[in-house]
């Protein structure tokens, strides 16, 4: 009875696990898809109800400012190029004059673009009113305003305003600056002349032409072949660094990546889907969400120094051969002569300034942001660049040499006391920096648009 039992036991749990087949390997496969599906969909609702859609939208995995500042390349056509990491916002088009340009009417929270290509919230006529000065500002990513919060952020646009304002100033209070003509007596004297002098009353417009990953090559061209048709008043340049970073190969940047496209068609076209594939899957929400939250790479600190291609630092990017530096920097002083011969033969006031970077900073006015830029940056990262700037001021040296109207500045140190956070990487300003970089051009350009009083004309003043 016992035996018994126990054998219908066995044979029952027996059959039990007989019944219990694994799934088909195909059925588990194709629910995989569903279960992402489904994953995705709960993702986006719960997004919808934090009120993060917009955000995660256009959030690409890095912080979203730096995405916002991202170059997104064009073909001459207007298409996307096919294996090219196209996830910034800021489009160019291949231009075969200088590289690429800016699209026009362009626009984003941090950034607008006219429709002339320059960063600006309006329209530059191409006849220019009487009543305007225009200064015209050229160079790479420093002089666009990278990583700025707004247009009005840029030290171009808070330039303008402080010529403008100032124009104001004058017309209500007049007393408060040098007069038009000279007092007779010398204690008047001596008070007027202390005085601010007055510049031109005119309309000033600063007019941003500068465009990200531009070297001394493309803001010549970009000279030749567009700005000089708005009639400039005053042209002011602010580059050096990138000159640094680009092959002495290269006569000017161009859109990273394009040769090595051309070189095999099935590799471009292996590149292509890669491309999509990773652009399709970095698109969805699920991994949007997991990279915003989980990874943060929103609070995360990185180098956006353009045109770039992969993710080399910036010290590989510096020569580190001596010859090949010297060829570089002579690079930047040949088209900078261009420059300077250009402006002189239209009789246009030429301002030539080396950006500024962060290893002039003094160590003590250092951020602990500031201190974490540096060591990202490396050990050998500051004296491979202080070798270049250095050698871009002998550059500019013999500029001014042959063209002695030329007015140039070093601006490398030019943040050494400065009270506060100055640089969001290399050699990005903050938003407190560009106003500073302002208040220094202004004071250089201010010099240029003074009027020059009238010594007193009439007859001696009877004596009181």
Same mark, same amino acid.
């Given at each position: 009875?016992?035996?018994?039992?126990?054998?219908?036991?066995?044979?029952?749990?027996?059959?039990?696990?007989?019944?219990?087949?694994?799934?088909?390997?195909?059925?588990?496969?194709?629910?995989?898809?569903?279960?992402?599906?489904?994953?995705?969909?709960?993702?986006?609702?719960? =997004?919808? =109800?934090?009120?993060k859609t917009d955000e995660l939208a256009v959030f690409q995995g890095?912080?979203?400012?730096?995405s916002a500042y991202r170059l997104k390349y064009l073909d001459r056509s207007g298409k996307l190029y096919d294996g090219l990491s196209n996830q910034g916002q800021l489009t160019v088009k291949q231009s075969p004059v200088m590289g690429y340009r800016l699209m026009g009417n362009q626009q984003q929270q941090d950034w607008a673009i006219n429709e002339q290509g320059f960063r600006s919230d309006q329209a530059i006529a191409p006849d220019k009113p009487k009543d305007e000065v225009r200064i015209f500002v050229l160079g790479g990513s420093t002089a666009f305003g990278q990583l700025s919060s707004t247009n009005q952020t840029t030290f171009t646009k808070q330039l303008e305003d402080r010529l403008n304002q100032q124009v104001v100033a004058q017309?209500?209070?007049?007393?408060?600056?040098?007069?038009?003509?000279?007092?007779?007596?010398?204690?008047?004297?001596?008070?007027?002349l202390a005085l601010p002098a007055q510049i031109r009353d005119s309309r000033y417009r600063v007019i941003?032409?500068?465009?990200?990953?531009?070297?001394?090559?493309?803001?010549?061209?970009?000279?030749?072949?567009?700005?000089?048709?708005?009639?400039?008043?005053?042209? =002011?340049?602010?580059?050096?660094?990138? %000159?640094?970073?680009?092959?002495?190969?290269?006569?000017?940047?161009?859109?990273?990546?394009?040769?090595?496209?051309?070189?095999?068609?099935?590799?471009?076209?292996?590149?292509?889907?890669?491309?999509?594939?990773?652009?399709?899957?970095?698109?969805?929400?699920?991994?949007?969400?997991? +990279?915003?939250? =989980?990874?943060?790479?929103?609070?995360?600190l990185k180098q956006v120094v353009p045109p770039v291609e992969g993710d080399a630092p910036l010290a590989q990017r510096l020569p580190t051969e001596a010859d090949e530096l010297s060829r570089r920097v002579d690079r930047y002083r040949q088209n900078m002569q261009q420059f300077a011969r250009l402006t002189s033969a239209s009789k246009i006031p030429l301002i030539v300034a080396m950006q500024p970077e962060i290893t002039g900073r003094d160590p003590s006015q250092h951020t602990p942001r500031e201190k974490e830029i540096l060591n990202q940056l490396g050990a050998n990262? !500051?004296?491979?660049?202080?070798?270049?700037?250095?050698?871009?001021?002998?550059?500019? %040296?013999?500029?001014?040499?042959?063209?002695?109207?030329?007015?140039?500045?070093?601006?490398?140190?030019?943040?050494?006391?400065?009270?506060?956070?100055?640089?969001?990487?290399?050699?990005?300003?903050?938003?407190?920096?560009?106003?500073?970089?302002?208040?220094?051009?202004?004071?250089?350009?201010?010099?240029?648009?003074?009027? +020059? !009083?009238? !010594?007193?004309?009439g007859t001696e003043p009877p004596a009181s």
């Open positions: 009875m016992f035996r018994s039992s126990r054998k219908l036991s066995y044979r029952s749990s027996r059959s039990l696990y007989q019944k219990k087949k694994p799934l088909p390997r195909k059925w588990i496969l194709l629910s995989i898809p569903l279960v992402l599906i489904g994953l995705e969909l709960l993702v986006r609702l719960l =997004v919808g =109800v934090s009120g890095e912080p979203l400012k730096v017309k209500e209070n007049p007393g408060k600056f040098r007069p038009a003509i000279l007092p007779y007596f010398a204690d008047e004297l001596d008070k007027a941003n032409a500068a465009v990200p990953g531009y070297i001394s090559g493309n803001e010549l061209s970009k000279l030749a072949f567009d700005v000089l048709s708005y009639k400039p008043d005053f042209i =002011v340049v602010l580059n050096g660094y990138a %000159d640094l970073l680009v092959p002495s190969t290269q006569e000017g940047s161009d859109i990273p990546g394009t040769e090595t496209l051309l070189e095999s068609a099935p590799r471009h076209l292996l590149m292509g889907i890669t491309e999509q594939v990773k652009t399709l899957i970095s698109q969805l929400f699920l991994v949007k969400a997991f +990279q915003y939250w =989980v990874l943060q790479p929103q609070d995360a990262y !500051p004296q491979q660049v202080k070798a270049g700037y250095s050698g871009l001021q002998r550059s500019l %040296d013999q500029v001014k040499k042959e063209v002695p109207q030329v007015t140039t500045f070093n601006f490398y140190n030019a943040y050494a006391d400065f009270k506060g956070e100055a640089f969001q990487d290399a050699i990005h300003l903050t938003d407190a920096a560009n106003a500073s970089l302002s208040n220094r051009l202004f004071d250089a350009i201010s010099k240029q648009l003074q009027l +020059q !009083p009238k !010594p007193y004309g």
